[in-house]
């Protein structure tokens, strides 16, 4: 039986077949449906974890008892839970375990690019990386198996096209390990230097089998066709090569850490010029090379950034002479029209972040901002972000700005906040808070609470009263954590009350103390969100100001000129919820709520 599945769909699929017990999680694109279609198959549990490190941990533990596990995260989650990955592999396994990281060349959803096999060389462990949604749910099952054998956790990458392209998948049943599950009293797990004096020999020899073990791996294989040029490629760009390239011969590497170096020396005899096709770092070429296995070509010819596609490959190449490009349609791509509107992301029309950044951008402070939706409040209209560096670095940042400035922190041109979402708080923003209060810190956050991780489409956090399971679980009550923390000065307002908001910024900076506001509104997408009816425009009032575009809310638009050559505003009633953000910046009382008509005789 065969279905049609995206790449994550598929490693869910193999999830489930592999008998894996426990697979852990943090959202983030382009990783994120994994867990979400785990937690729809039986006899597997899964949970959204409050950070990557945790969810890494919450699978070593369940690989201690013997049963296989799964953690799976983006490309910048591996760095909060580089860790526990490296301690793994100090401390071997016991079932099988395996980590996703999903990169993203391109940085269609991320603030940076990585390449993550460079994480399997530093600590020593197997990498594997699918080029299709078949290989996706075969590679996660044989990574499994390998972890066994080898005693170490395998690292599979995945890169955003792989996650999220389809392909026909071969469907299987569930086998479970035949092994008892239980816990396990061996001092490996505990890395004191005492227990450990021999375990970088063993590392290395270990390291040395897996080199001898890829080479018999079938998911590296030579594809002979035309000689004269040989790639080697792996991951979605053999796909692209092969597209660009389909006559020529291919080393296709699915193990790209360690690589199969007598088979690549065996392929390179074989052929007249050898290319390697990569994205992101020169990871294989730097591999080949250190072989003694000659490269005519890498990446002197493809770029170390962005994403590849066909016919970027295909011009590149063909532009310095390699033969046996694709047709003319592949080498040469629809450009993109001229002159056509720039359509920046925005905040939903009615979220409740919105409230707040429309006063932050009237206030004019600095804002070190953090990783979510809300990050979009560095764009125009409001520009009311400075800083956005990574996960929980809102707090942390404010409060080392305040440090360097001394006395000078508490001048009104040095004026600042953080702002940070709740899901991102819980991630880590709590160990920046603790901090911040412990260092007698006097930052002012704003912890903009929408219930959700509304950016990776709307998963549950510790603050929604539920798991990824559908579980009902505690509601973490944010205000008063934060109260048991330390922070004297703690303040829930409604986002959409625009004087509220403005009255509880300027009291808690005027106060000199650490201070905490609770900007409290439900994600307006996720939990669908309508105030009331759409709210109007009354054209004869409205002076054509444009003071409510300030809200950048896409329900407002404006209209063609008048005969004074004015565009006043309209309301779109398919996109208003009827908060009201727009008619409090209105000075002329132009913005309302629709009258309703009088009932006819």
Known sequence: MRSVMSGNEAIAR??????????????????????ENVSTYPDVYSEWSVNEK???????????????????????????????????????????LVVISADDPGRHSSQTEQDNKNYARFAMIPALEPSDSQECKDFLMLGLELSEELNCPVLMRTTTRTSHSKGLVELGERHEPDREIGIEKDLKYSLLPAFTRNRPKEMYERLARIRRRVETLPINRMEMGDTEVGIVA???????????????????????????????????????????????????????????IKVDHGQDLLPHWGELDPALVANLLTAAGIPGAAASLLAQPYAAQEGLPVRPPTLCPGCGHRGVFTVLSRLKLWVSGDIGCYTLGAMPPFNAMNSDICMGASISTAHGIQKALGEAAFEKKNRKISVIGDSTFFHSGITGLLNTIWNNGNSVIVILDNRTTGMTGGQDTPGTGKTLMGTVAPALDIAHLCRAMGVSRVEVVDPYDLKAVEVSVTAALDSGQPSVI????????????????????????????????????????????????????????????????????????????????????
């Open 14 to 35: 193999g999830i489930w077949e592999a008998g894996v017990k426990v697979a852990a999680a943090y959202p983030g694109t382009p990783s994120t449906e994994i867990l």
């Open 234 to 292: 792996c991951g979605a760009a053999y796909q692209y090569a092969r597209e660009a390239f389909p006559g020529a011969s291919f080393l296709k590497v699915g193990s790209p850490y360690p690589l199969p170096v007598k088979m690549a020396a065996n392929f390179r005899s074989r052929v007249k010029t050898l290319i390697v096709v990569e994205e992101s770092d020169a990871f294989l070429e730097e591999q080949l090379i250190l072989a003694g």
């Open 54 to 96: 945790v969810a890494l941990e919450v699978a070593i533990g369940a690989s201690s008892t013997g049963a296989r596990a799964v953690a799976a995260m983006k490309l910048v989650g591996l760095n909060a839970a580089a860790d526990p990955l490296f301690n793994s592999s100090w401390i071997g396994v016991r079932g099988g």
């Open 518 to 601: 609770v900007a409290q509104a439900p994600c307006v997408l996720e939990y669908k969100v309508r105030m009331s009816d759409a709210w109007v425009v009354d054209l004869e009032a409205c002076t054509a100001c444009k003071r409510c575009l300030r809200v950048g809310c896409t329900a407002l638009s404006l209209l063609s000129p008048d005969e004074k050559g004015k565009q006043k505003v309209e309301i779109d009633p398919t996109l208003c919820i009827g908060c009201g953000v727009c008619a409090q910046m209105c000075k002329f009382n132009a913005i309302g709520p629709k009258v309703a008509e009088p009932a006819r005789a």
